[in-house]
Protein backbone atom coordinates (compact mmCIF):
# COMPACT_ATOMS: atom_id res chain seq x y z
CA UNK A 1 0.00 0.00 0.00
CA UNK A 2 1.34 3.45 -0.75
CA UNK A 3 -0.05 6.39 0.66
CA UNK A 4 0.48 9.89 -0.66
CA UNK A 5 1.80 13.23 1.52
CA UNK A 6 0.54 16.93 -0.04
CA UNK A 7 1.57 19.82 0.36
CA UNK A 8 -2.23 20.38 1.86
CA UNK A 9 -1.06 17.92 4.07
CA UNK A 10 1.28 19.42 5.44
CA UNK A 11 -0.54 22.32 5.35
CA UNK A 12 -3.24 21.29 7.48
CA UNK A 13 -1.27 18.89 9.45
CA UNK A 14 -1.58 14.93 10.48
CA UNK A 15 -5.60 15.66 10.87
CA UNK A 16 -5.84 16.07 7.34
CA UNK A 17 -3.71 13.47 6.26
CA UNK A 18 -5.03 10.76 8.47
CA UNK A 19 -8.41 11.57 7.20
CA UNK A 20 -7.86 11.93 3.54
CA UNK A 21 -6.38 7.93 4.00
CA UNK A 22 -8.89 5.50 2.90
CA UNK A 23 -10.01 3.03 5.98
CA UNK A 24 -8.18 0.40 4.61
CA UNK A 25 -5.14 2.27 4.68
CA UNK A 26 -5.48 3.66 7.79
CA UNK A 27 -5.61 0.09 9.25
CA UNK A 28 -2.44 -0.82 7.25
CA UNK A 29 -1.19 2.18 8.69
CA UNK A 30 -1.98 1.52 11.83
CA UNK A 31 -0.96 -2.10 11.90
CA UNK A 32 2.65 -0.69 10.65
CA UNK A 33 2.75 2.09 13.40
CA UNK A 34 2.14 -0.75 15.72
CA UNK A 35 4.90 -3.21 13.94
CA UNK A 36 7.22 -0.52 15.95
CA UNK A 37 7.28 -2.36 19.08
CA UNK A 38 4.16 -2.11 20.83
CA UNK A 39 1.57 -4.51 20.68
CA UNK A 40 -2.21 -4.66 21.89
CA UNK A 41 -1.00 -5.79 25.32
CA UNK A 42 1.42 -3.31 26.41
CA UNK A 43 -0.03 0.10 26.96
CA UNK A 44 2.46 2.56 24.93
CA UNK A 45 3.55 6.10 26.44
CA UNK A 46 1.67 9.15 25.44
CA UNK A 47 4.76 10.11 22.95
CA UNK A 48 2.62 7.06 20.82
CA UNK A 49 -0.90 8.29 20.84
CA UNK A 50 -1.48 7.85 17.11
CA UNK A 51 -0.67 4.62 18.19
CA UNK A 52 -2.35 3.99 21.28
CA UNK A 53 -5.23 4.98 20.06
CA UNK A 54 -5.78 2.87 17.21
CA UNK A 55 -4.89 -0.30 18.90
CA UNK A 56 -7.22 0.78 21.40
CA UNK A 57 -10.36 1.55 19.98
CA UNK A 58 -10.08 0.40 16.39
CA UNK A 59 -9.64 4.18 15.30
CA UNK A 60 -7.76 7.03 15.41
CA UNK A 61 -9.89 9.27 18.17
CA UNK A 62 -8.59 12.76 17.29
CA UNK A 63 -5.38 14.14 15.92
CA UNK A 64 -5.84 18.12 15.84
CA UNK A 65 -3.40 20.92 14.48
CA UNK A 66 -2.57 23.89 16.03
CA UNK A 67 -2.82 27.05 14.58
CA UNK A 68 0.61 27.79 13.11
CA UNK A 69 0.38 24.39 11.66
CA UNK A 70 3.34 24.28 9.33
CA UNK A 71 6.88 25.99 9.46
CA UNK A 72 10.64 24.67 7.82
CA UNK A 73 12.58 23.83 11.15
CA UNK A 74 15.68 22.57 9.46
CA UNK A 75 16.98 22.47 6.15
CA UNK A 76 20.55 20.42 6.16
CA UNK A 77 23.01 19.27 3.87
CA UNK A 78 23.81 15.37 4.84
CA UNK A 79 25.98 13.86 2.77
CA UNK A 80 25.29 16.19 0.12
CA UNK A 81 21.77 15.79 0.06
CA UNK A 82 19.24 18.36 1.04
CA UNK A 83 17.08 16.85 3.92
CA UNK A 84 13.68 19.14 4.33
CA UNK A 85 11.67 18.71 7.64
CA UNK A 86 8.15 19.89 7.76
CA UNK A 87 7.04 20.31 11.12
CA UNK A 88 3.16 20.11 11.76
CA UNK A 89 2.21 21.29 15.15
CA UNK A 90 -0.61 19.43 16.97
CA UNK A 91 -2.13 18.45 19.15
CA UNK A 92 -3.31 14.53 20.32
CA UNK A 93 -7.16 14.18 21.49
CA UNK A 94 -7.90 11.13 23.64
CA UNK A 95 -9.83 9.89 26.19
CA UNK A 96 -7.15 11.37 28.71
CA UNK A 97 -7.53 14.79 27.21
CA UNK A 98 -5.81 17.20 24.84
CA UNK A 99 -1.79 16.64 24.88
CA UNK A 100 0.26 18.88 22.50
CA UNK A 101 2.39 17.36 20.36
CA UNK A 102 4.19 17.48 16.66
CA UNK A 103 4.90 15.84 13.82
CA UNK A 104 7.08 16.12 10.73
CA UNK A 105 8.20 14.91 7.83
CA UNK A 106 11.43 14.80 6.27
CA UNK A 107 13.09 13.39 3.16
CA UNK A 108 15.92 10.51 3.60
CA UNK A 109 17.27 8.18 1.18
CA UNK A 110 14.50 7.25 -1.03
CA UNK A 111 11.05 7.77 1.04
CA UNK A 112 9.68 10.59 3.06
CA UNK A 113 9.44 9.81 7.04
CA UNK A 114 7.62 10.98 9.00
CA UNK A 115 8.00 11.08 12.31
CA UNK A 116 6.14 11.83 16.37
CA UNK A 117 7.42 13.00 19.13
CA UNK A 118 6.80 14.22 22.41
CA UNK A 119 10.40 14.75 23.97
CA UNK A 120 11.81 16.43 21.29
CA UNK A 121 13.68 12.79 19.82
CA UNK A 122 12.61 10.71 16.63
CA UNK A 123 11.53 8.06 18.89
CA UNK A 124 8.94 6.95 16.86
CA UNK A 125 9.88 6.91 13.05
CA UNK A 126 6.77 6.07 11.17
CA UNK A 127 7.12 5.74 7.88
CA UNK A 128 5.17 7.35 5.41
CA UNK A 129 5.88 4.99 1.65
CA UNK A 130 5.45 7.22 -1.00
CA UNK A 131 4.93 7.22 -4.31
CA UNK A 132 7.34 7.94 -6.40
CA UNK A 133 5.92 10.87 -8.22
CA UNK A 134 5.36 12.13 -4.49
CA UNK A 135 8.90 12.36 -4.06
CA UNK A 136 9.94 14.39 -6.80
CA UNK A 137 7.83 17.48 -4.47
CA UNK A 138 10.61 17.83 -1.95
CA UNK A 139 13.71 19.33 -2.93
CA UNK A 140 16.58 16.40 -3.01
CA UNK A 141 19.93 18.57 -4.16
CA UNK A 142 21.70 21.28 -1.80
CA UNK A 143 20.44 24.18 -3.79
CA UNK A 144 17.65 23.07 -6.16
CA UNK A 145 14.90 23.26 -4.26
CA UNK A 146 12.04 22.71 -6.77
CA UNK A 147 8.20 23.77 -6.20
CA UNK A 148 4.95 21.68 -6.44
CA UNK A 149 3.55 21.11 -9.49
CA UNK A 150 0.16 22.03 -10.50
CA UNK A 151 -1.36 18.90 -11.81
CA UNK A 152 -0.21 17.30 -8.12
CA UNK A 153 -3.04 19.17 -6.59
CA UNK A 154 -5.11 18.45 -9.26
CA UNK A 155 -4.60 14.81 -9.04
CA UNK A 156 -5.55 14.85 -5.23
CA UNK A 157 -8.49 16.59 -5.60
CA UNK A 158 -10.56 18.00 -3.19
CA UNK A 159 -12.75 21.10 -2.67
CA UNK A 160 -9.92 23.13 -1.00
CA UNK A 161 -7.73 22.57 -4.10
CA UNK A 162 -10.18 23.53 -6.67
CA UNK A 163 -10.15 27.31 -4.94
CA UNK A 164 -8.32 29.18 -7.03
CA UNK A 165 -7.31 31.51 -4.49
CA UNK A 166 -6.29 28.71 -2.19
CA UNK A 167 -4.07 27.89 -4.58
CA UNK A 168 -2.19 30.96 -4.61
CA UNK A 169 -2.70 31.08 -1.08
CA UNK A 170 -0.91 27.97 -0.84
CA UNK A 171 1.58 28.74 -3.48
CA UNK A 172 3.02 31.67 -1.57
CA UNK A 173 3.23 29.91 1.61
CA UNK A 174 5.15 27.09 -0.39
CA UNK A 175 7.50 29.94 -1.73
CA UNK A 176 7.83 31.21 1.70
CA UNK A 177 8.56 27.74 3.40
CA UNK A 178 11.18 27.05 0.69
CA UNK A 179 12.49 30.56 1.07
CA UNK A 180 13.12 30.26 4.92
CA UNK A 181 14.00 26.47 4.11
CA UNK A 182 17.18 28.10 2.13
CA UNK A 183 17.80 30.59 4.68
CA UNK A 184 18.01 27.74 7.24
CA UNK A 185 20.23 25.42 4.94
CA UNK A 186 23.01 27.83 4.04
CA UNK A 187 23.25 28.61 7.90
CA UNK A 188 22.39 25.34 9.02
CA UNK A 189 26.16 25.41 10.73
CA UNK A 190 24.36 26.92 13.95
CA UNK A 191 21.63 25.37 13.97
CA UNK A 192 21.08 22.65 16.85
CA UNK A 193 19.20 19.52 15.68
CA UNK A 194 18.08 18.76 18.84
CA UNK A 195 16.15 22.02 18.79
CA UNK A 196 12.58 20.74 18.61
CA UNK A 197 10.48 21.65 15.97
CA UNK A 198 7.73 23.32 18.59
CA UNK A 199 10.06 26.39 19.85
CA UNK A 200 9.63 29.43 17.80
CA UNK A 201 11.47 32.49 19.81
CA UNK A 202 9.05 35.33 18.65
CA UNK A 203 8.06 38.48 19.73
CA UNK A 204 5.44 37.36 21.81
CA UNK A 205 7.19 34.62 23.27
CA UNK A 206 9.94 37.19 24.47
CA UNK A 207 7.43 39.15 25.51
CA UNK A 208 6.11 36.85 27.80
CA UNK A 209 9.35 35.60 29.06
CA UNK A 210 10.34 39.60 30.77
CA UNK A 211 7.12 40.00 31.95
CA UNK A 212 7.49 36.33 34.05
CA UNK A 213 10.86 37.67 34.97
CA UNK A 214 9.58 40.77 35.83
CA UNK A 215 10.29 40.96 39.85
CA UNK A 216 7.78 42.93 42.01
CA UNK A 217 10.03 43.78 44.82
CA UNK A 218 12.80 46.29 45.12
CA UNK A 219 15.45 44.58 47.63
CA UNK A 220 17.74 42.73 45.47
CA UNK A 221 15.17 40.48 44.26
CA UNK A 222 16.40 37.75 41.86
CA UNK A 223 15.76 36.76 38.59
CA UNK A 224 15.28 33.00 38.32
CA UNK A 225 15.69 30.29 35.64
CA UNK A 226 14.06 27.21 36.73
CA UNK A 227 14.27 24.28 35.35
CA UNK A 228 11.80 21.33 35.73
CA UNK A 229 9.51 23.78 36.75
CA UNK A 230 6.46 21.38 35.60
CA UNK A 231 7.92 19.22 38.45
CA UNK A 232 7.37 18.37 41.63
CA UNK A 233 10.09 20.72 43.27
CA UNK A 234 10.79 22.83 40.44
CA UNK A 235 6.85 23.88 40.86
CA UNK A 236 7.30 24.53 44.73
CA UNK A 237 10.13 26.30 44.26
CA UNK A 238 9.35 28.89 41.42
CA UNK A 239 5.56 29.38 43.32
CA UNK A 240 7.70 30.13 46.45
CA UNK A 241 10.39 32.44 44.72
CA UNK A 242 7.16 34.06 42.73
CA UNK A 243 5.48 34.96 46.04
CA UNK A 244 8.26 36.99 47.75
CA UNK A 245 8.85 38.93 44.54
CA UNK A 246 11.56 37.20 42.73
CA UNK A 247 11.29 37.17 38.92
CA UNK A 248 10.83 33.70 37.57
CA UNK A 249 10.73 32.01 34.28
CA UNK A 250 10.31 27.85 34.36
CA UNK A 251 11.29 25.54 31.74
CA UNK A 252 10.26 21.91 31.50
CA UNK A 253 9.59 19.34 28.75
CA UNK A 254 6.69 17.55 29.96
CA UNK A 255 7.79 14.07 29.33
CA UNK A 256 5.80 11.11 30.09
CA UNK A 257 7.90 9.68 32.89
CA UNK A 258 4.41 9.86 35.03
CA UNK A 259 1.29 11.60 34.22
CA UNK A 260 1.25 14.21 31.87
CA UNK A 261 -1.61 16.13 33.27
CA UNK A 262 -0.25 16.29 36.65
CA UNK A 263 2.97 18.26 35.55
CA UNK A 264 -0.10 20.61 33.27
CA UNK A 265 -1.76 20.93 36.18
CA UNK A 266 1.03 21.97 37.73
CA UNK A 267 1.88 24.46 34.90
CA UNK A 268 -1.57 25.88 35.17
CA UNK A 269 -1.39 26.55 39.06
CA UNK A 270 1.88 28.44 38.16
CA UNK A 271 0.63 30.52 35.18
CA UNK A 272 -1.99 32.00 37.65
CA UNK A 273 0.72 33.21 39.80
CA UNK A 274 2.01 34.78 36.46
CA UNK A 275 5.08 32.07 35.99
CA UNK A 276 5.16 31.38 32.82
CA UNK A 277 6.93 27.86 31.88
CA UNK A 278 8.21 27.33 28.61
CA UNK A 279 7.84 23.74 26.69
CA UNK A 280 11.34 22.76 25.83
CA UNK A 281 14.21 20.52 27.18
CA UNK A 282 17.49 21.07 29.01
CA UNK A 283 19.39 19.84 25.98
CA UNK A 284 18.08 22.57 23.66
CA UNK A 285 21.03 25.13 23.89
CA UNK A 286 18.74 27.39 21.92
CA UNK A 287 15.84 27.80 24.13
CA UNK A 288 18.15 28.05 27.31
CA UNK A 289 20.14 30.55 25.50
CA UNK A 290 17.40 32.66 24.35
CA UNK A 291 15.80 32.79 27.45
CA UNK A 292 19.32 33.90 28.97
CA UNK A 293 19.26 36.41 26.06
CA UNK A 294 15.70 37.55 26.89
CA UNK A 295 16.10 38.54 30.66
CA UNK A 296 19.00 38.98 32.32
CA UNK A 297 18.91 35.56 34.55
CA UNK A 298 21.20 35.86 37.92
CA UNK A 299 20.52 32.45 39.10
CA UNK A 300 19.80 29.59 37.33
CA UNK A 301 17.83 26.64 39.77
CA UNK A 302 18.30 23.56 38.03
CA UNK A 303 16.16 20.87 38.96
CA UNK A 304 14.88 19.07 35.60
CA UNK A 305 16.08 15.34 35.57
CA UNK A 306 15.36 11.80 35.27
CA UNK A 307 14.63 11.20 38.36
CA UNK A 308 13.50 7.35 40.12
CA UNK A 309 15.74 4.61 41.15
CA UNK A 310 14.35 1.96 40.13
CA UNK A 311 13.28 3.02 36.77
CA UNK A 312 17.28 3.21 35.89
CA UNK A 313 17.11 -0.14 34.76
CA UNK A 314 14.11 0.25 32.21
CA UNK A 315 15.61 3.39 30.37
CA UNK A 316 19.12 3.87 31.34
CA UNK A 317 19.65 6.63 28.27
CA UNK A 318 17.12 8.87 29.69
CA UNK A 319 19.40 9.15 32.87
CA UNK A 320 22.16 10.38 30.56
CA UNK A 321 20.44 12.43 28.22
CA UNK A 322 18.61 14.39 31.53
CA UNK A 323 21.40 14.35 34.01
CA UNK A 324 24.68 13.83 32.22
CA UNK A 325 24.07 15.73 28.70
CA UNK A 326 21.25 17.56 29.89
CA UNK A 327 23.44 19.25 32.86
CA UNK A 328 26.44 19.94 30.78
CA UNK A 329 24.34 21.77 28.29
CA UNK A 330 22.89 24.16 31.52
CA UNK A 331 26.80 24.75 32.56
CA UNK A 332 27.71 24.93 28.84
CA UNK A 333 24.80 28.19 28.00
CA UNK A 334 25.82 29.39 31.68
CA UNK A 335 29.67 30.01 31.60
CA UNK A 336 28.98 31.32 28.14
CA UNK A 337 26.68 34.23 29.21
CA UNK A 338 27.47 37.40 30.20
CA UNK A 339 26.97 37.87 33.26
CA UNK A 340 27.34 34.14 34.05
CA UNK A 341 24.53 33.04 36.49
CA UNK A 342 25.06 31.60 39.73
CA UNK A 343 24.04 27.99 39.48
CA UNK A 344 21.68 25.58 42.11
CA UNK A 345 20.98 22.21 41.10
CA UNK A 346 19.76 18.99 42.66
CA UNK A 347 22.10 16.41 42.86
CA UNK A 348 20.76 13.75 45.64
CA UNK A 349 21.16 11.46 49.01
CA UNK A 350 21.26 8.58 46.59
CA UNK A 351 25.18 9.61 45.85
CA UNK A 352 26.06 7.83 49.47
CA UNK A 353 25.21 4.52 48.02
CA UNK A 354 25.90 1.89 49.97
CA UNK A 355 27.78 3.96 52.57
CA UNK A 356 27.11 2.42 56.41
CA UNK A 357 28.63 5.02 58.23
CA UNK A 358 25.79 7.29 59.36
CA UNK A 359 24.08 9.53 59.15
CA UNK A 360 25.76 10.90 55.96
CA UNK A 361 27.55 13.81 56.26
CA UNK A 362 29.13 15.98 52.83
CA UNK A 363 32.55 14.95 53.48
CA UNK A 364 31.98 10.80 53.30
CA UNK A 365 32.76 8.53 50.44
CA UNK A 366 30.39 8.64 47.52
CA UNK A 367 32.15 6.28 45.36
CA UNK A 368 29.25 3.23 45.54
CA UNK A 369 26.59 4.41 43.57
CA UNK A 370 23.50 1.48 43.82
CA UNK A 371 21.91 2.48 41.07
CA UNK A 372 22.22 4.30 37.22
CA UNK A 373 20.39 7.22 39.47
CA UNK A 374 22.53 7.56 41.83
CA UNK A 375 25.77 7.15 39.40
CA UNK A 376 24.56 10.03 36.59
CA UNK A 377 23.97 12.16 40.29
CA UNK A 378 27.70 11.75 41.13
CA UNK A 379 29.00 12.24 37.62
CA UNK A 380 26.95 15.78 37.94
CA UNK A 381 28.83 16.61 40.89
CA UNK A 382 32.00 15.87 39.04
CA UNK A 383 30.98 17.97 35.87
CA UNK A 384 29.88 20.82 39.00
CA UNK A 385 33.41 20.78 40.01
CA UNK A 386 34.84 21.19 36.60
CA UNK A 387 32.70 23.62 35.17
CA UNK A 388 33.80 25.25 38.67
CA UNK A 389 37.11 25.18 38.60
CA UNK A 390 37.60 26.03 34.75
CA UNK A 391 34.83 28.53 33.84
CA UNK A 392 34.05 30.31 37.30
CA UNK A 393 31.06 29.02 37.18
CA UNK A 394 29.30 29.58 40.97
CA UNK A 395 27.76 26.51 41.96
CA UNK A 396 25.88 24.31 44.78
CA UNK A 397 24.47 20.53 44.56
CA UNK A 398 21.81 20.58 46.98
CA UNK A 399 21.46 16.37 47.92
CA UNK A 400 17.79 16.05 48.29
CA UNK A 401 16.70 13.21 50.80
CA UNK A 402 13.76 11.38 49.32
CA UNK A 403 11.16 14.59 49.21
CA UNK A 404 7.29 14.36 49.42
CA UNK A 405 4.76 16.20 49.74
CA UNK A 406 1.85 17.53 48.18
CA UNK A 407 2.00 17.41 44.11
CA UNK A 408 4.19 15.06 44.46
CA UNK A 409 5.33 12.45 42.37
CA UNK A 410 3.28 9.50 41.22
CA UNK A 411 6.35 7.15 40.86
CA UNK A 412 7.51 7.71 44.70
CA UNK A 413 6.47 4.70 47.28
CA UNK A 414 4.40 7.09 49.30
CA UNK A 415 2.28 8.45 46.62
CA UNK A 416 1.61 5.06 44.55
CA UNK A 417 0.84 3.46 48.19
CA UNK A 418 -1.61 6.00 48.70
CA UNK A 419 -3.24 5.04 45.30
CA UNK A 420 -3.33 1.43 46.18
CA UNK A 421 -4.58 1.47 49.56
CA UNK A 422 -7.47 3.70 48.22
CA UNK A 423 -8.28 1.34 45.45
CA UNK A 424 -8.04 -1.12 47.69
CA UNK A 425 -5.02 -3.08 45.87
CA UNK A 426 -1.87 -5.10 47.90
CA UNK A 427 1.37 -2.96 48.16
CA UNK A 428 4.70 -4.40 47.81
CA UNK A 429 7.01 -3.32 51.20
CA UNK A 430 10.40 -4.26 50.62
CA UNK A 431 12.47 -5.49 53.39
CA UNK A 432 15.94 -5.59 53.06
CA UNK A 433 18.96 -8.34 53.82
CA UNK A 434 17.77 -10.63 57.36
CA UNK A 435 14.43 -8.92 57.05
CA UNK A 436 15.56 -5.76 58.38
CA UNK A 437 13.07 -2.55 57.47
CA UNK A 438 14.01 -0.09 54.82
CA UNK A 439 14.40 3.53 56.25
CA UNK A 440 14.65 6.53 54.57
CA UNK A 441 15.01 10.22 55.80
CA UNK A 442 11.68 11.68 54.32
CA UNK A 443 11.96 14.99 53.87
CA UNK A 444 8.69 17.54 53.57
CA UNK A 445 8.88 19.56 50.64
CA UNK A 446 8.17 22.75 52.16
CA UNK A 447 11.56 22.13 53.96
CA UNK A 448 13.28 21.28 51.18
CA UNK A 449 11.85 24.72 49.17
CA UNK A 450 13.65 26.52 52.51
CA UNK A 451 16.99 24.91 51.43
CA UNK A 452 16.58 25.40 47.62
CA UNK A 453 15.36 29.47 48.14
CA UNK A 454 18.31 29.69 50.74
CA UNK A 455 20.95 28.76 48.23
CA UNK A 456 20.00 30.76 45.82
CA UNK A 457 20.21 33.58 48.22
CA UNK A 458 23.47 32.85 49.87
CA UNK A 459 24.90 31.79 46.64
CA UNK A 460 27.46 34.48 45.08
CA UNK A 461 28.30 35.40 41.51
CA UNK A 462 29.69 33.64 39.42
CA UNK A 463 33.64 34.50 37.96
CA UNK A 464 34.02 34.10 34.94
CA UNK A 465 33.43 36.29 31.91
CA UNK A 466 33.15 36.07 27.91
CA UNK A 467 33.54 31.70 28.91
CA UNK A 468 36.86 32.95 30.84
CA UNK A 469 37.26 32.69 34.70
CA UNK A 470 38.34 35.37 36.53
CA UNK A 471 38.93 34.32 39.99
CA UNK A 472 37.72 31.70 42.00
CA UNK A 473 34.14 30.73 42.39
CA UNK A 474 31.66 29.14 44.96
CA UNK A 475 31.60 25.67 44.87
CA UNK A 476 29.41 24.03 47.66
CA UNK A 477 27.19 21.02 48.64
CA UNK A 478 24.73 20.52 51.18
CA UNK A 479 22.62 17.71 52.48
CA UNK A 480 18.96 18.91 52.87
CA UNK A 481 17.22 15.83 54.34
CA UNK A 482 14.99 15.68 57.71
CA UNK A 483 17.77 13.95 60.12
CA UNK A 484 15.04 11.41 61.52
CA UNK A 485 14.91 7.89 59.21
CA UNK A 486 11.41 6.46 59.04
CA UNK A 487 11.36 2.54 58.45
CA UNK A 488 9.06 2.03 55.24
CA UNK A 489 6.48 -0.13 57.45
CA UNK A 490 5.95 3.15 59.15
CA UNK A 491 5.45 5.04 56.76
CA UNK A 492 2.64 2.94 55.58
CA UNK A 493 1.17 2.73 59.34
CA UNK A 494 0.99 6.70 59.05
CA UNK A 495 -0.71 6.19 55.61
CA UNK A 496 -3.21 3.72 57.18
CA UNK A 497 -4.03 6.12 59.62
CA UNK A 498 -4.66 9.23 57.80
CA UNK A 499 -6.04 7.09 55.03
CA UNK A 500 -8.63 5.80 57.59
CA UNK A 501 -7.96 2.56 55.44
CA UNK A 502 -5.80 -0.87 56.29
CA UNK A 503 -3.56 -1.77 53.64
CA UNK A 504 -2.97 -4.89 51.86
CA UNK A 505 1.28 -5.28 52.87
CA UNK A 506 2.80 -8.17 50.81
CA UNK A 507 6.45 -8.14 52.70
CA UNK A 508 9.17 -8.94 50.14
CA UNK A 509 12.50 -8.84 49.62
CA UNK A 510 14.14 -5.83 48.13
CA UNK A 511 14.71 -6.66 44.79
CA UNK A 512 18.18 -5.90 43.66
CA UNK A 513 17.12 -2.80 41.71
CA UNK A 514 19.16 -0.09 42.69
CA UNK A 515 17.53 0.64 46.28
CA UNK A 516 19.75 1.50 49.00
CA UNK A 517 19.21 0.40 52.94
CA UNK A 518 18.61 3.36 54.64
CA UNK A 519 19.80 7.09 54.37
CA UNK A 520 19.99 9.36 57.27
CA UNK A 521 21.14 12.98 56.42
CA UNK A 522 23.42 14.93 58.35
CA UNK A 523 22.28 18.72 58.16
CA UNK A 524 24.87 20.30 60.22
CA UNK A 525 26.44 22.20 56.86
CA UNK A 526 23.32 23.28 55.67
CA UNK A 527 22.09 24.40 59.09
CA UNK A 528 25.11 26.45 59.14
CA UNK A 529 25.61 28.40 55.79
CA UNK A 530 21.85 28.16 54.94
CA UNK A 531 20.11 28.57 58.30
CA UNK A 532 18.34 25.61 57.07
CA UNK A 533 16.61 23.72 59.54
CA UNK A 534 13.42 21.30 58.43
CA UNK A 535 10.31 21.51 60.57
CA UNK A 536 7.87 19.00 59.63
CA UNK A 537 7.79 15.41 60.72
CA UNK A 538 6.91 12.33 58.52
CA UNK A 539 3.25 12.43 60.20
CA UNK A 540 2.39 15.85 59.94
CA UNK A 541 3.56 16.13 55.96
CA UNK A 542 1.70 12.73 55.31
CA UNK A 543 -1.45 14.26 56.58
CA UNK A 544 -0.87 17.46 54.20
CA UNK A 545 0.26 15.16 51.30
CA UNK A 546 -3.34 13.01 51.82
CA UNK A 547 -5.60 15.80 52.09
CA UNK A 548 -3.95 17.50 48.96
CA UNK A 549 -4.28 13.92 47.26
CA UNK A 550 -8.02 13.86 48.30
CA UNK A 551 -8.52 17.22 47.18
CA UNK A 552 -6.73 16.53 43.69
CA UNK A 553 -7.79 13.37 42.38
CA UNK A 554 -11.03 12.64 44.95
CA UNK A 555 -12.40 9.07 45.15
CA UNK A 556 -12.11 8.93 41.49
CA UNK A 557 -10.38 5.98 41.07
CA UNK A 558 -10.25 5.78 37.49
CA UNK A 559 -7.69 8.09 36.72
CA UNK A 560 -5.07 7.12 34.85
CA UNK A 561 -1.79 7.68 35.32
CA UNK A 562 1.66 7.32 33.40
CA UNK A 563 4.28 5.61 35.45
CA UNK A 564 7.55 4.92 33.90
CA UNK A 565 5.71 5.11 30.41
CA UNK A 566 3.60 2.58 31.60
CA UNK A 567 -0.27 3.43 32.20
CA UNK A 568 -1.87 2.45 35.42
CA UNK A 569 -5.45 2.93 36.49
CA UNK A 570 -6.18 3.83 39.99
O1 LIG B 1 16.66 10.67 48.03
C1 LIG B 1 16.89 10.45 46.85
O2 LIG B 1 17.90 10.79 46.31
C2 LIG B 1 15.90 9.69 46.04
O3 LIG B 1 14.65 9.68 46.74
C3 LIG B 1 13.66 8.95 46.11
O4 LIG B 1 14.05 7.59 45.99
P1 LIG B 1 13.64 6.57 47.14
O5 LIG B 1 14.22 6.97 48.43
O6 LIG B 1 13.96 5.22 46.62
O7 LIG B 1 12.06 6.85 47.24
P2 LIG B 1 10.81 5.89 46.96
O8 LIG B 1 10.85 5.39 45.60
O9 LIG B 1 9.63 6.67 47.37
O10 LIG B 1 11.04 4.69 47.96
C4 LIG B 1 11.00 4.89 49.38
C5 LIG B 1 11.18 3.59 50.08
O11 LIG B 1 10.08 2.74 49.78
C6 LIG B 1 10.55 1.47 49.34
N1 LIG B 1 9.59 0.93 48.39
C7 LIG B 1 9.40 1.51 47.19
C8 LIG B 1 8.48 1.02 46.31
C9 LIG B 1 7.73 -0.11 46.66
O12 LIG B 1 6.88 -0.61 45.91
N2 LIG B 1 7.94 -0.66 47.87
C10 LIG B 1 8.85 -0.19 48.76
O13 LIG B 1 8.99 -0.72 49.85
C11 LIG B 1 11.90 1.75 48.74
O14 LIG B 1 12.68 0.59 48.74
C12 LIG B 1 12.42 2.83 49.65
O15 LIG B 1 12.99 2.25 50.76
C13 LIG B 1 13.38 9.50 44.72
O16 LIG B 1 12.45 8.69 44.07
C14 LIG B 1 14.62 9.61 43.90
O17 LIG B 1 14.31 10.27 42.71
C15 LIG B 1 15.73 10.29 44.65
O18 LIG B 1 15.50 11.65 44.71
Known amino acids: MLWSITEHHRARGVFELWKSLPETARRAF ?12 EPCGPSDYSRQCELRSGHLEAVGVRSEAVAPTLCKSRGGSLEVRYEVNCWVLSHKGRFPAYAFCEKRGGGISMYDSLNGSLQNPLLMRMPPSVLDEFPSTPGKVKMERSNYFGRVGSRWHSSVSAKLLCLTSILLLLTISAFFWVSSAGIDSQRPPTFQRSHEWEKRVRQSCLPRREDNPLVVLVTGAAGFVGSHVSLALR ?76 YIHSNIAGLVNIFEVCKAANPQPAIVWASSSSVYGLNTKVPFSEADRTDQPASLYAATKKAGEGIAHTYNHIYGLSITGLRFFTVYGPWGRPDMAYFSFTRDILKGNPISVYSGAGGKDLARDFTFIDDIVKGCVASLDTAEKSTGSGGKKT ?53 SSAQAQLGYRPTTNLDTGLKKFVKWYLSYYGDNTNRRLWVGNHEKII
Open 243 to 318: KRGDGVVGLDNFNSYYEVSLKRARQELLAKHSVFVIDGDINDKFIIESILEAVPITHVMHLAAQAGVRYAMQNPQS
Open 30 to 41: AAEFSSGGASNA
Open 471 to 523: GPAMLRVFNLGNTSPVTVPTLVDILEKHLNTKAKRQIIKMPRNGDVPFTHANI
